[in-house]
């Protein structure tokens, strides 16, 4: 499938964005979807998970409590809100799918990314 993130922008610290994963393909509905961001000077890390059901969702311990991934299957689209947002949560985030895989992947089919910036 082909992704595509977007939603990002900048927040000052403790606000709030939605980043959306518009993905291609009628497959979707069937694919295990993350988030994963990678921080200037940093390694790509993970986010969250969500099952193609959508009724399993995983969370990297600093995001939990303050991000939720969802979706929208009729939509074949994901989405990742973000709360409280924080100054070390600033990143490129990117949207993931896989058929097979899930939880930290590897993942086969990868987004472009959109740029979160958060201001203290």
């Known amino acids: 499938v082909q992704l595509q993130a977007f939603g990002g922008g900048l927040v000052q610290a403790g606000g709030s964005l939605r980043l959306s994963c518009a993905a291609s393909g009628r497959a979707f509905r069937f694919y295990n979807v993350a988030w994963f961001r990678q921080a200037p000077g940093k390694e790509r890390e993970f986010v969250a998970v969500i099952s193609w059901t959508g009724s399993s969702t995983n969370y990297a311990d600093s995001v939990k409590g303050r991000f939720t991934i969802s979706r929208d299957n009729s939509k074949n689209a994901v989405y990742l809100r973000m709360n409280s947002l924080k100054p070390e949560d600033t990143a490129i985030y990117y949207c993931?799918?896989?058929?097979?895989?899930?939880?930290?992947?590897?993942?086969?089919?990868w987004g472009q990314g959109t740029l979160v910036t958060v201001s203290s």
């Open positions: 993931a799918a896989d058929s097979r895989r899930t939880g930290q992947g590897p993942y086969d089919d």
